[in-house]
């Protein structure tokens, strides 16, 4: 009987215990990272802490991932789920972008209303159709408003004279220019906070051109009233350089919404 003896000189091989792996501190504190920067990219109002989370867990990751000897499970993790919470975060602020835009261009339009006028206008079935357009324009003095704010118009004059003594290095108008100045009484009625700066007046040609252009330094500036809380009023002037003895009409604005027009 023969035996299965190895070679002289050879014995069986001996199996080596597998190495255990040591627990990957850096690829654990990666995670925990990663976790917290999803969760912040998730919350509109907490994403910029989510956007600094994420590349730390990235990173981290990524080192965890070149230790040798140790746990890689964590690190790899803490990548996938920050490169998931870049993704997210990127969906979450195009949408918050989104919705104010929609904001501002659909809910700031002006339109008449407000406080009882303080001129009579005379009511027909065709100008309530669309008041404050440019067909039908509403009359100075006459209120307007949306969500935020409420504006009523004074009535416009030339001011020349009154900006130059404002200040005496303020330049003339342009030739076949007058600097005409229009006050305005604006209120805030938005439920957070709201500059007297997004409120503005310019002025419609009969030649269909739109003027903007200031005036210098003028009285009392509208624009340099501070900011208004639910409630404030803000009353100052506006400016702007119109063709001398042009027709024409008033417009008045917030933030990005359509003009409203005023004869």
Known sequence: MTYPYPPQGQGYPVQQPPVPTERNVVGIIALIAGILGFIFACIPGALIVGWVLLPVAFVLG??????????????????????VGVIVGVVVFFAVVANSFEDAFNESDLSAGGPPPTVDRPANDESASKPGSRTDPLRIGEPVSNKDWTVVLGQPREAWSLIEAENQFNDPPDPGMEFWMVPIRATYTGS??????????????????????????????????????????????????????????????TSFGDPVFFK
């Open 62 to 83: 990524v080192v965890g991932v070149c230790l040798s000897g140790k746990d890689k499970g964590t690190s790899i993790a803490a990548i996938c789920l920050s490169i």
């Open 192 to 253: 957070e906070s709201g500059h007297p700066m997004l409120v503005s007046v310019k002025f419609v040609g009969a030649d269909n051109r739109t003027y903007s252009d200031d005036c210098g330094v003028i009285p009392n500036p509208l624009n340099q009233i501070g900011e208004l809380y639910s409630g404030g009023v803000a009353e100052g002037n506006a400016c702007v350089q119109v063709p001398a003895g042009a027709d024409g009409l008033w417009t008045v604005t």
